[in-house]
């Protein structure tokens, strides 16, 4: 059974940073590109970022948060990270760690980041 379970949410100022984890268990971690989502209050699930199965792998990053954003995997730990840096408001939103194992896609319970002054 997949389960993915994020965490490291937060409370963080502007220009803030933040780390997300997500755990991974119940399929082939290292086989599997794995994915970071967002979804704000009102608007639509987005990509934020990919990795590939193979490190060093085509990552992906969203034009939002380009340079800003950094994601990272570790095959051993079954593990995949977001490290979030200069936080704006506008990065608020659940972020949701995914996997597509065809032909479905999962989701973990998501974790709430939120940017404030």
């Known amino acids: 059974q997949v389960h993915l379970v994020e965490s490291g949410g937060a409370l963080v100022q502007p220009g803030g940073s933040l780390s997300l984890s997500c755990a991974a268990s119940?399929?082939?971690?290292?086989?599997?590109?794995m994915s970071w989502y967002r979804q704000a209050p009102g608007k639509e699930r987005e990509l934020v970022a990919s990795i590939a199965a193979v490190v060093p792998g085509q990552i992906r990053y969203a034009n939002s948060v380009k340079g800003r954003f950094t994601i990272s995997r570790n095959n051993a730990r079954n593990t995949v990270y977001l490290q979030m840096s200069s936080l704006n408001p506008e990065d608020t939103a659940v972020y949701y760690c995914s996997v597509v194992i065809p032909p479905e896609r999962y989701w973990g319970q998501g974790t709430q980041v939120t940017v404030f002054s």
């Open positions: 119940g399929f082939s971690f290292k086989t599997y590109t």
